[in-house]
């Protein structure tokens, strides 16, 4: 399963959501930027698109939500050590209230892994961030067992993204 992106301004994304709508695209807002996001096994209808390979997932994207990336940019030499990671992860998420989808993306042409939630308000989302929960995933990510944590598997800061599929102008 691949994921794929492309940017542009509101207008131009919500006409070629609705131009390919067999395709399922989902159409995101996000502050001054919006994206469209295909997800499919096959060839995207996209021409120039930020390419993804899902490699972790559980539930299903929906085209009425608020979605958090969480845009981290890992080292050649640290992708295995960060895949190694997410693939022991606790899974806690898929309990939370709110929670509609998870995905671990691969990038497929730069460096920069995105960590996709979503959720169906952001109100979730920030309960969840604000929670002993999310305290526990993300301590484990810091403490594996066998792994050096003194690698440097960054190659800059992560930040994040949020996009809702309801235009707030």
């Keep these: 399963m691949n994921i794929y992106m492309t940017s542009g301004t509101p207008e131009f994304m919500e006409n070629l959501k609705d131009k390919y709508a067999t395709e399922g695209l989902i159409a995101m807002h996000g502050q001054g930027n919006s994206l469209l996001l295909h997800e499919t096994t096959g060839k995207t209808v996209f021409q120039t698109p930020r390419r993804y390979e899902v490699i972790s997932s559980s539930g299903t994207l929906q085209d009425n939500g608020y979605f958090v990336f969480n845009n981290i940019p890992?080292?050649?030499?640290?992708?295995?050590?960060?895949?190694?990671?997410?693939?022991?992860?606790?899974?806690?998420?898929?309990?939370?209230?709110?929670?509609?989808?998870?995905?671990?993306?691969?990038?497929?042409?730069?460096?920069?892994?995105?960590?996709?939630?979503?959720?169906?308000?952001?109100?979730?989302y920030t309960r969840w961030k604000n929670s002993s929960s999310f305290d526990n995933a993300h301590s484990s990510n810091r403490a594996d067992a066998g792994i050096d944590n003194t690698l440097h598997i960054f190659s800059s800061a992560p930040y994040i993204t949020t996009y809702t599929t309801r235009d707030k102008k």
């Design 74 to 124: 890992v080292t050649d030499e640290g992708r295995p050590v960060f895949e190694h990671r997410f693939s022991e992860r606790a899974g806690a998420i898929e309990s939370e209230l709110g929670f509609i989808a998870f995905r671990l993306l691969r990038p497929l042409g730069s460096d920069t892994y995105i960590v996709l939630t979503e959720w169906s308000e952001s109100t979730y």
